[in-house]
T-cell receptor, first 112, second 114 residues
Framework: ETGVTQSPTHLIKTRGQQVTLRCSSQ?????VSWYQQALGQGPQFIFQ???????GRGNFPPRFSGLQFPNYSSELNVNALELDDSALYLC???????????FGSGTRLTVV | QQQVKQSPQSLIVQKGGISIINCAYE??????FPWYQQFPGKGPALLIA?????SEKKEGRFTISFNKSAKQFSLHIMDSQPGDSATYFC?????????????FGRGTQLTVWP
């Protein structure tokens, strides 16, 4: 499957700022998850949305928040950016019913 | 605490050889075990997946072997090709393939020499 698009591809922010990352999934993909991938590590689960409601959350502080919209797009918002937030942020979506997740190419966030 | 432990961290294989990557887990509630392939600058792509009621699954040159009693599973890449050079991640989920979160291993960087 193809069709999970993330924007922007790269982003540089200053510590303390806020950032919004966007994801556009395929039609019918009503479940979306966000992951943080630090350099040289496996992706870490941030949270999941199902039909516009948060449906699970990993070990991330409340300054990480999200939204899912009816048009199969979603957002990840991070407030009060810290240097350790520098990572690749991945969006993954699925239509459910036994289908696996399709990942986007990610947004590379650098906090300076 | 790493829920899924993956080894080796890096692997170098000659073209035509067999690449083997191993993973281990502790949580017996895990019921879905996918492998992902990631190229630089790209997101992970689902390669092959298995459920614990099956001991082996083969798709083309890729095979998952699953040992439920040992809580281990492995990826075998037969006839490895330079195009297989990528980072491979094993993962596990405790709520099937969709609603559950994925717990990833740390990854194995595979290099296949021509």
């Amino acid at each position: 499957e193809t069709g999970v698009t993330q924007s922007p591809t790269h982003l540089i922010k200053t510590r303390g700022q806020q950032v919004t990352l966007r994801c556009s999934s395929q039609s019918g993909h009503n479940t979306v998850s966000w992951y943080q991938q630090a350099l040289g590590q496996g992706p870490q689960f941030i949270f999941q949305y199902y039909r516009e409601e948060e449906n699970g959350r990993g070990n991330f502080p409340p300054r990480f928040s999200g939204l899912q919209f009816p048009n199969y797009s979603s957002e990840l918002n991070v407030n009060a950016l810290e240097l350790d937030d520098s990572a690749l942020y991945l969006c993954a979506s699925t239509r459910g019913g036994g289908y696996g997740y399709t990942f986007g190419s990610g947004t590379r966030l650098t906090v300076v | 605490q790493q829920q899924v432990k993956q080894s080796p961290q890096s692997l170098i294989v000659q073209k035509g050889g067999i690449s083997i990557i191993n993973c281990a887990y502790e949580n017996t509630a895990f019921d879905y075990f996918p492998w992902y392939q990631q190229f630089p600058g790209k997101g992970p792509a689902l390669l092959i997946a298995i459920r614990p009621d099956v001991s082996e699954k083969k798709e083309g040159r890729f095979t998952i072997s699953f040992n439920k009693s040992a809580k281990q599973f492995s990826l075998h890449i037969m006839d490895s090709q330079p195009g297989d050079s990528a980072t491979y991640f094993c993962a596990a989920s405790d709520r099937g393939s969709t609603l559950g979160r994925l717990y990833f291993g740390r990854g194995t960087q595979l290099t296949v020499w021509p």
